[in-house]
C-alpha cells in the first residue's frame, strides 16, 4: 500500500512556466512534509518543507500548498528554469519517525 | 553545513557475495540513520532506521541477516549486502539527522551492481 503518491509520474514545462507537481498521502500521523529534489546520479536534497499546520510555505521561486482536509498538497515552481528540471519527491513524517517518500515527479523544463 | 559522504559511490559484485557500503556525517552529529533502497524505478524502500542507543528497525522485507547495519558513533554507519542477487541492485541511500524533529541530509548514495 503506497502511503504517499505522486501525480503526474512526468511533467514538461517551458521555462518560465509554472510547474505543480501533486503529492497526496493515506496516513492522517503525518505531520511533516518535506520536498526533495534529486539530480541524475545524486542523492535527494531537501528543497522546501512544510509542517501540516501551515497552509503555506513559500521560499522563493518554491510554493508548497497544503490541504490537511483532502490529505494533499502541491509544491508550485514559479518562473521554471531549466536548472529545475529533476526529480522531485514529496514525503511524509510522524513525529520524528521513518519519513515515507512518494513515487516521484520527473520534471523537464525546456528552453 | 551538514553533509553526508557515502562510499563507495559505486560497485559491482558478482550474484552471491558481499559488499558493505559506509556511511560518515560531517558538520553535525548523525543521531539517527536512515538507510534507504532506490530502485531503478526511482521508488525509495525503507531498509532500516538506527537511533544511537536504541535497536535498529528493520521494515518488513529486510533483515538484520540480510543487511546487517553498525552505527557505533555519532558520525559514522555502515551497512553491508550480504548473498547480493539481482533484486539487491539499486541506489543505496543513507540519511542523517541530528535529532527526531529536524531534516534528513542524505548522501548521494552508493549505486550496486550484481553481475
Known amino acids: 500500500q503506497q502511503q504517499v503518491r505522486q501525480s503526474p509520474q512526468s511533467l514538461t514545462v517551458w521555462e518560465g512556466e509554472t510547474a505543480i507537481l501533486n503529492c497526496s498521502y493515506e496516513?492522517?500521523?503525518?505531520?511533516?512534509f518535506p520536498w526533495y529534489q534529486q539530480f541524475p546520479g545524486e542523492g535527494p536534497a531537501l528543497l522546501i518543507s512544510?509542517?501540516?499546520?501551515?497552509d503555506k510555505k513559500e521560499d522563493g521561486r518554491f510554493t508548497i500548498f497544503f490541504n490537511k482536509r483532502e490529505k494533499k498538497l502541491s509544491l508550485h515552481i514559479a518562473d521554471s528554469q531549466p536548472g529545475d528540471s529533476a526529480t522531485y519527491f514529496c514525503?511524509?513524517?510522524?513525529?520524528?519517525?521513518?519519513?515515507?517518500f512518494g513515487g516521484g515527479t520527473r520534471l523537464t523544463v525546456r528552453p | 553545513g551538514a553533509l553526508v559522504y557515502q562510499y563507495p559511490r559505486r560497485t559491482i559484485c558478482k550474484s552471491g557475495t558481499s559488499m558493505r557500503m559506509e556511511c560518515q556525517a560531517v558538520?553535525?552529529?548523525?543521531?539517527?540513520v536512515a538507510w534507504y533502497r532506490q530502485s531503478p524505478q526511482k521508488t525509495f524502500e525503507l531498509i532500516a532506521l538506527?537511533?544511537?542507543?536504541?535497536?535498529?528497525?528493520?521494515e518488513q522485507n529486510f533483515t538484520q541477516e540480510k543487511f546487517p547495519i553498525s552505527h557505533p558513533n555519532l558520525s559514522f554507519s555502515s551497512m553491508t549486502v550480504l548473498n547480493a542477487y539481482l533484486e539487491d541492485r539499486g541506489l543505496y541511500l543513507c540519511?542523517?539527522?541530528?535529532?527526531?524533529?529536524?531534516?534528513?541530509?542524505f548522501g548521494s548514495g552508493t549505486r550496486l551492481l550484481v553481475i
Open positions: 512544510i509542517l501540516s499546520v501551515s
Open positions: 496516513n492522517s500521523a503525518f505531520d511533516y
Open positions: 558538520g553535525f552529529q548523525a543521531t539517527s
Open positions: 514525503a511524509g513524517n510522524n513525529a520524528g519517525a521513518k519519513l515515507t
Open positions: 540519511g542523517a539527522r541530528a535529532q527526531a524533529n529536524s531534516d534528513y541530509t
Open positions: 538506527s537511533t544511537v542507543n536504541s535497536a535498529i528497525k528493520y
